[in-house]
């Protein structure tokens, strides 16, 4: 499949390690945020959403944090599997214009 | 299977043609969207719609054109005034007033 991004910061991680991703946003209006994940050469998919009231939201092996001081998200992936690899974004909505503006993404590489 | 569709998967295009990028969804979503996705960037927001027969530009709506006739098709032509056509575009929908956006496996675009 096509490489969704050749030049992308790339986190590269032992298989059952704990991966952090993280993301800067820049507008301290957005409320709301999402990880998606991307596999090679296909489309977005939801990892996990939380909103600007909250800190922390978990999911099954993946928690996000949420700093507003510092405007900053980060993606926790436990026990990472080869099956992780890809290419992680954050996305924001901004105002509740209920358009989302993504990151350039950072791609997770998973050692067995 | 609900889902959305893009098609086709890859597409040419010579020089100073339009072409036209389908993408269908049978999950009775409100909304639709196009993104174009270029190496080492996030997704950028070309054109969207909320309800039928409506839709706004994006943040790089310029050398695009969509329609939205019917509810479960979201077309986006890429006209010859797309200075720069080559990359993989993303088609999504979601519920009128969620922002959780479901993509469509994409379509790569390259002039030739």
């Known amino acids: 499949g096509e490489s969704v991004g050749l030049h992308l910061p790339t986190l590269s991680v032992q298989e059952g390690d704990n991966s952090i991703i993280n993301c800067a946003y820049s507008?301290?209006?957005?409320?709301?945020f999402i990880w998606y994940k991307q596999e090679s050469g296909k489309g977005p998919q939801f990892i996990i959403d939380?909103?600007?009231?909250?800190d922390k939201r978990q999911g099954q092996r993946v928690t996000v944090l949420l700093n507003k001081t510092v405007k900053h998200l980060s993606l926790q992936i436990a026990a990472t599997q080869p099956g992780d690899s890809a290419v992680y974004f954050c996305?924001?909505?901004?105002?509740?214009?209920?358009?989302?503006?993504f990151g350039s993404g950072t791609r997770l590489l998973v050692r067995p | 299977d609900g889902g959305i569709t893009q098609s086709p998967k890859y597409l040419f295009r010579k020089e100073g043609q339009n072409v036209t990028l389908s993408c269908e969804q049978n999950l009775n979503h409100d909304a639709m969207y196009w993104y174009r996705q270029d190496p080492g960037q996030g997704l950028r927001l070309i054109y969207y719609?909320?309800?039928?027969?409506?839709?706004q530009k994006g943040d790089i709506a310029e050398g695009y054109s969509v329609s939205r006739e019917k509810k479960e098709s979201f077309p986006l032509t890429v006209t010859s005034a797309q200075k720069n056509p080559t990359a993989f575009y993303l088609c999504?929908?979601?519920?009128?007033?969620?922002?959780?956006?479901?993509f469509g496996q994409g379509t790569r675009l390259t002039v030739v």
């Open positions: 719609s909320q309800i039928v027969n409506d839709f």
């Open positions: 996305a924001e909505e901004r105002d509740s214009s209920y358009k989302l503006i």
């Open positions: 999504a929908s979601s519920f009128q007033g969620d922002t959780e956006a479901f």
């Open positions: 507008n301290s209006a957005s409320d709301y």
């Open positions: 939380i909103r600007s009231n909250m």
